[in-house]
């Protein structure tokens, strides 16, 4: 990033139909460093297999369809993000320092970050940590949803947030289109999260609407049927 200040990614992935598997991606900038993604992904029907990805800041950035099976993934602030349409099926998120985990900017008709399944873990020094976060004066249509994941004790309380954004004035902009959502979260023990102080914006799924949230062909199929589970054919 020193050399070229344009570029702040480890790897970087522009080609459809891309592949990573088995593979730990490592960026190694210090804490006051940039912001430092092990990998950013702008492509489409693009594949994270078995892989751990760590850094801080911004680790993960995707953009296009993603489906991201049983990986590792550390950071602290808004380590999980981007435009894209993503599912994280069985992951683990670690969050080392005190920050945001997901900040989701897909547009209007579009499904953002989905997981299913996950853990989110965290660092014995980590005091406070917020699900998601989001400035809805520049992204009205943020969509955040997980789905029967176990989730460390700092992720208890309000769970999201809404930031004004740095040349904002006056009040809030609406939030009634963007969907932060949660069905069945549970300690990392497997009992119960209690999600009663949760931001009155979010939402505590229905079974029936949850189940549509974790079909992945209907999540990532669009017009193409793309169906990252199904059998290479």
């Not at 296009?64 to 994280?88: A, I, L, M, P």
């Not at 020094?125 to 969509?143: C, K, Q």
């Not at 999540?219 to 169906?227: E, F, Q, S």
Request: proline content about 5%; some cysteine; aromatic content about 10%.
């Amino acid at each position: 990033a020193n050399f070229n200040p344009r570029v702040r990614s480890l790897v970087e992935v522009y080609a459809d139909d891309f592949r990573l598997e088995n593979l730990t991606l490592h960026n190694t900038t210090a804490k006051g460093g940039s912001q430092a993604e092990s990998l950013r992904v702008r492509a489409d029907r693009c594949v994270l297999d078995h892989c751990d990805f760590s850094s801080l800041q911004d680790t993960l950035q995707l953009t296009g369809r993603v489906y991201v099976n049983e990986c590792f993934v550390e950071g602290d602030v808004d380590f999980v993000w981007g435009s894209g349409t993503v599912y994280f099926n069985r992951c683990e998120l670690k969050t080392l320092n005190n920050g945001y985990l997901v900040q989701s900017r897909n547009g209007a008709g579009r499904l953002g970050y989905i997981f299913a399944d996950c853990q989110l873990t965290a660092t014995p020094n980590v005091t406070r940590y917020i699900l998601a976060r989001i400035e809805p004066g520049r992204f009205p249509s943020s969509h955040v949803a997980f789905l029967n994941c176990a989730m460390a004790p700092i992720y208890g309380g309000v769970g999201w947030q809404f930031d004004q954004g740095p040349n904002a004035a006056g009040p809030l902009p609406a939030t009634d289109k963007i969907q932060f959502q949660e069905f069945q979260s549970t300690t990392l023990e497997g009992k119960p999260f209690d999600v009663s102080a949760r931001h009155p914006a979010s939402k505590q799924l229905t079974a029936a609407e949850a189940a549509k949230l974790r079909d992945v062909a209907q999540v990532l199929g669009g017009a193409d049927r793309w169906d990252p589970t199904a059998a290479p054919r």
